[in-house]
């Protein structure tokens, strides 16, 4: 089991910037090697992962749509993982979710599985 607690979110001006955190805890954590990511879900979309981070090496992947503006990050004293979102644009807006998928990688894990825990979402809106 991993329990993720989300921080963060809110209403930002275009071009404003923004963090969310993502708290991962549970017995499983420090031995499956999980994929923490950031995924977010517009109306009408389909959900897509934006940024993941692999605990075990810390390696990351970005979504072409986010590349350069937002950047994911682990706490060197625990499992908080953050997500920096810089120069944000109204088509950022969504609902954020913070998920943690255990045995794949970065990419895999944002672009071909489907996460098995997810945190509650935050609600990101970018208008002015």
């Known amino acids: 089991q991993v329990r993720l607690v989300q921080h963060g979110g809110g209403l930002v001006q275009p071009g404003g910037s923004l963090r969310l955190s993502c708290e991962a805890s549970?017995?499983?954590?420090?031995?499956?090697?999980?994929?923490i990511g950031w995924f977010r879900q517009a109306p009408g979309q389909q959900r897509e992962g934006v940024a993941c981070l692999a605990l075990v090496d810390l390696s990351t992947y970005y979504a072409d749509s986010v590349k350069g503006r937002f950047t994911i990050s682990k706490d060197s004293a625990d499992n908080t993982v953050y997500l920096q979102i810089d120069s944000l644009k109204p088509e950022d807006t969504a609902v954020y979710y913070c998920?943690?998928?255990?045995?794949?990688?970065?990419?895999?894990?944002?672009?071909?599985?489907?996460?098995?825990?997810w945190g509650q979402g935050t609600q990101v809106t970018v208008s002015s």
């Open positions: 549970g017995p499983r954590l420090g031995y499956d090697d999980y994929t």
């Open positions: 998920a943690a998928k255990s045995l794949f990688g970065a990419q895999a894990t944002c672009t071909l599985f489907t996460p098995e825990y």
